[in-house]
């Protein structure tokens, strides 16, 4: 059988003696769609940090493609080659142009050809429909245009796996669309995807499931038409009520 593609039993990490995750239990399987959703502080960004190898645990089992993190870097490498991670704030490096900000990990760590990583950029900015801003500067582009390359240049390490840390938060509210919509696109094209976001529109019309996270621990996971309609747990009728109206 397939292993799934994130599997996590009783994951458990502190950041000092501030309990961030308590007895994380979680499995997503390949081409499923999960978005996390909480309050602030639930612990929801440190989890997918885990899951690419950003943060480490103290206690608990955490494999992506069956790969189990240990925290040693080889281990940690051969998972972050098959997992794209987009953040809140795009990363992208100011000094480079679109093209250039895409192709720097599959020219300096893959060693692929330039000329070969340059036309695999431009696919991956077409996906994005930024194909014509390659060879721009983030300053020359809006927020919503950086972070669609910052996703094109998370797909040009041709990941199994994708993970959103909020991606719209630092975004003006007439760019949220695009960025959304782009997601949207990938996981119609069937890419395994975990979000962490507020968007509960983008989740009632993406996620296969949303698991409900607060105060580190993940109170419910549901398929997502139940989540809207059944939700069990009283914290997340809270929550979803409050974003909702």
């Not at 119609?188 to 976001?197: D, W």
Request: hydrophobic content about 45%; overall charge neutral.
């Amino acid at each position: 059988m397939t292993p799934p593609a994130v599997e996590a039993v009783a994951v458990n990490k502190w950041f000092g003696h501030h309990h961030v995750l308590k007895d994380v239990d979680l499995r997503v399987a390949e081409g499923e769609r999960l978005v996390v959703c909480g309050p602030s502080g639930s612990g929801k960004s440190t989890l997918i940090r885990c899951i690419n190898g950003i943060e480490g645990f103290e206690k608990g089992r955490l494999c992506v493609h069956g790969t189990a993190l240990d925290g040693t870097p080889a281990v940690t490498s051969r998972v972050r080659r098959q997992v794209g991670m987009v953040f809140q704030a795009f990363n992208l490096f100011p000094h480079l142009t679109a093209m250039q900000n895409c192709t720097l990990a599959p020219v300096v760590e893959q060693g692929m050809d330039r000329a070969a990583a340059q036309s695999m950029a431009l696919e991956c900015l077409r996906q994005v429909h930024l194909a014509s801003h390659a060879h721009k500067y983030p300053a020359q582009l809006s927020g919503g245009q950086q972070q669609r390359v910052a996703i094109a240049r998370a797909l040009c390490l041709k990941p199994r796996l994708m993970l959103f840390d909020e991606p719209t938060s630092a975004l003006d509210p007439e760019m949220v669309h695009e960025v959304l919509e782009t997601m949207a696109s990938l996981a119609g094209a069937g890419m395994t995807m975990i979000c962490v976001t507020h968007e509960m529109s983008f989740a009632r019309q993406v996620a296969d499931r949303i698991a409900f996270m607060d105060e580190g621990r993940i109170l419910e996971v549901q398929a997502t038409p139940d989540f809207f309609s059944a939700r069990t747990h009283e914290r997340a009728r809270q929550f979803l009520s409050r974003l909702l109206h």
